[in-house]
């Protein structure tokens, strides 16, 4: 049952941000309030359920990544840094946005996995870089710059971007992180 309900709070979420409350989640479901404080007994529980819960699901994903033979390193590296849980509650940057600003207890949690679950891609980095794959780089520089363009792009009012999907913004900002923008001629390759 705390499944469905986490579900059913992802919907709200992706559909209202974080002003859904519990009565919306549980018409959803055709519940009772008393049957979902059974299984919650607030609001901030059951978002931090679906935080830990998508943590739990970019973590798994990422050791899939790790061992998967089929894939390069660069490929494991771009597809490590743009995880995302199926189905995010938080995939509209302003949901969260409004994770970080109004629940912060719930957003450590996701600030954790942000800012301390760098082993992989460290791990990535040192192989591209030892294959040939990838030149010589600060590895450092390279997370602080991605956490602090991640804490930009949540940052909706100074950067005005209604709507962007996380999803996509990471896409973009990984490849730019992993490519750049300069025209390759291709002598030079």
């Known amino acids: 049952m705390k499944d469905r309900i986490a579900k059913a709070a992802t919907h ?3 559909q209202r941000g974080l002003k859904f409350s519990i009565r919306d989640v549980s018409d959803r479901l055709g519940i009772s309030t008393k049957t979902m404080y059974q299984h919650f ?10 935080v830990e819960q998508s943590v739990l699901e970019m973590q798994e994903k990422e050791k899939e990544l ?3 033979a089929s894939l390069s390193t660069g490929q494991k590296l771009n597809q490590a840094l743009t995880v995302l849980p199926s189905g995010f509650a938080f995939s509209d940057i302003r949901a969260l946005d409004e994770l970080r600003k109004l629940y912060p207890e719930q957003w450590m949690k996701m600030d954790h996995y942000l800012t301390q679950g760098w082993d992989n891609i460290r791990l990535l980095i040192n192989e591209g870089i030892a294959n040939g794959e990838l030149r010589q780089f600060d590895v450092e520089l390279f997370i602080q710059v991605y956490i602090g363009a991640v804490y930009r792009l949540m940052d909706v009012q100074a950067v005005g971007l209604r709507g962007l999907k ?7 900002m990984v490849e730019f992180m992993l490519i750049g923008i300069r025209f390759v001629n291709k002598k030079e390759e």
């Open 41 to 50: 007994e607030s609001k901030e529980q059951l978002i931090g359920f679906i």
């Open 166 to 172: 996380l999803e996509k913004a990471l896409s973009d």
């Open 66 to 68: 790790m061992g998967d």
């Open 12 to 14: 709200e979420i992706l």
